[in-house]
C-alpha cells in the first residue's frame, strides 16, 4: 500500500524567509496530492493541492512542486509570517483506492519575529 | 452550507462507558471518514464509507464501530470506552466524480476517557 514520509518533523524559521516541507511516496499510481494547515486545536484546512498532470502550482506566499519521477512533492511557503505557524500536513491518493488517503506524519512549523 | 458538522466539540467519559460521536455533512458528499488525531501525532484513519450502506475499516478500527444509513451522517460508536482512547476525533467528507478532491474535515470531538 501507500507510504507517505514527510520531512522535517519541525522547522523554525525567521519571519520572511521561505519554508521548504519534502513528502515522498512509494505508490506510483498516485495522483493527487493536498496539503493541508492545522492550527492548534483547530481542524486540518486544505491550502494548495496538486494533480499528477501538474509540475508546479502557486497561490500567492504557497507553492506546491511535484516531481513524478522521484515520487517526492514539496510545499513551498515564502516570505514567511507569524500566522503561518501550524501544523502542515501532505497527502496522497489514487483514483482506485476506495476514496482513501495517505497522510505524512505532518510539520509543526515555527514562525519567529 | 455548513459543511460537515461534529458533536459534541468535548466529552469526558468513564472507562467502560459508550457513546457516539455524531458527524452530518450536507454537501451531498459520498464519501465519508472518521480519523483520530494522539496529541502531537498525525491522522489515524479509524472507519471510512463511500455511500449510504457501505463502510470499510481503515487503520486503526478496533473499539470503534460506524454505521451509515443515510448519505448525510455518519457516527461514530465506542463502546467500552478505554484511556487509550482519549484523542481527537474528526470525521470528513468527500465529493465521489471523476475529479480529484479534497476532504473537508469537521471541527473535531474532544474525547477523555478517564
Known amino acids: 500500500g501507500e507510504n507517505v514520509e514527510q520531512h522535517p518533523s519541525t522547522l523554525s524559521v525567521q519571519e520572511g524567509d521561505s519554508a521548504v516541507i519534502k513528502c515522498t511516496y512509494s505508490?506510483?499510481?498516485?495522483?493527487?496530492f493536498p496539503w493541508y494547515k492545522q492550527e492548534l486545536g483547530k481542524r486540518p484546512q486544505l491550502i494548495i493541492d496538486i494533480r499528477s498532470n501538474v509540475g508546479e502550482k502557486k497561490d500567492q506566499r504557497i507553492a506546491v512542486t511535484l516531481n513524478k519521477t522521484a515520487k517526492h512533492f514539496s510545499l513551498h511557503i515564502t516570505e514567511t509570517q507569524p500566522e503561518d505557524s501550524a501544523v502542515y500536513f501532505c497527502?496522497?491518493?489514487?483514483?482506485?483506492?476506495?476514496?482513501?488517503?495517505?497522510f505524512g506524519a505532518g510539520t509543526q512549523v515555527v514562525v519567529t519575529p | 452550507n455548513a459543511g460537515v458538522t461534529q458533536t459534541p466539540k468535548f466529552r469526558i467519559l468513564k472507562i467502560g462507558q459508550s457513546m457516539t460521536l455524531q458527524c452530518t455533512q450536507d454537501m451531498n458528499h459520498n464519501y465519508m471518514y472518521w480519523y483520530r488525531q494522539d496529541p502531537g501525532m498525525g491522522l489515524k484513519l479509524i472507519y471510512y464509507s463511500v455511500g449510504a450502506g457501505i463502510t470499510d475499516k481503515g487503520e486503526v478500527p478496533n473499539g470503534y464501530n460506524v454505521s451509515r444509513s443515510t448519505t448525510e451522517d455518519f457516527p461514530l460508536r465506542l463502546e467500552l470506552a478505554a484511556p487509550s482512547q482519549t484523542s481527537v476525533y474528526f470525521c470528513a467528507s468527500r465529493p465521489t466524480g471523476g475529479g480529484n478532491q479534497p476532504q473537508h474535515f469537521g471541527d473535531g470531538t474532544r474525547l477523555s476517557i478517564l
Open positions: 497527502a496522497a491518493w489514487r483514483t482506485d483506492s476506495w476514496g482513501k488517503f495517505q
Open positions: 505508490d506510483s499510481a498516485s495522483n493527487y
